[in-house]
């Protein structure tokens, strides 16, 4: 076997080696499409409520956010600076993926929303990673990339 051989063949077995791990992911999972929505929406009302008591329930204590801006806060900070917004929010291509009690989804949004007092872009992309305790499914870790005006 000359080098280059060995070269494809080592560079085949670390790529093999490092996907084995994800060989029981599946794309929609043991969680249908009902559910991972429902489990988005379960996020959106509660901060549609504006109640920082009730969001609370659903961020899980490692929660992280990320905005399109570049600033990002905590499961404390975030419950601080809870963003406003009204009407009916729209998700729309939900793309989802599970492995036991961890959802991934990834989505566009549609809603009119306020964050301080400025304009956020009314449909674009987010991210959301939830897991599931105790029968809730609680936010893990949100990316907002919509533009904030």
């Known amino acids: 076997m000359n080098k280059r051989d060995m070269a494809l ?3 085949a077995g670390f790529a093999g080696a490092a996907l084995a791990p994800l060989s029981g992911f599946a794309a929609g999972g043991a969680v249908s499409e009902d559910e991972a929505k429902a489990a988005v929406m379960s996020w959106l009302n509660a901060l549609k409520g504006g109640d920082p008591a009730e969001v609370q329930k659903i961020l899980a204590p490692e929660f ?3 905005r399109s801006d570049g600033s990002g806060y905590d499961r404390e900070d975030y419950l601080k600076a809870l963003p406003k917004f009204g009407g009916h929010p729209e998700i729309l291509n939900l793309v989802h993926s599970s492995e036991g009690d961890l959802l991934v989804a990834r989505y566009n949004l549609q809603l009119e929303q306020k964050i301080g007092d400025k304009q956020v872009q009314k449909l674009a992309p987010r991210l959301s990673v939830m897991r599931k ?3 809730t ?4 870790a949100h990316a907002n990339f919509a533009q904030i005006g």
């Open 9 to 11: 063949a080592l560079a």
């Open 64 to 66: 992280q956010i990320l």
């Open 133 to 135: 305790a105790s029968g």
């Open 137 to 140: 499914w609680l936010m893990v």
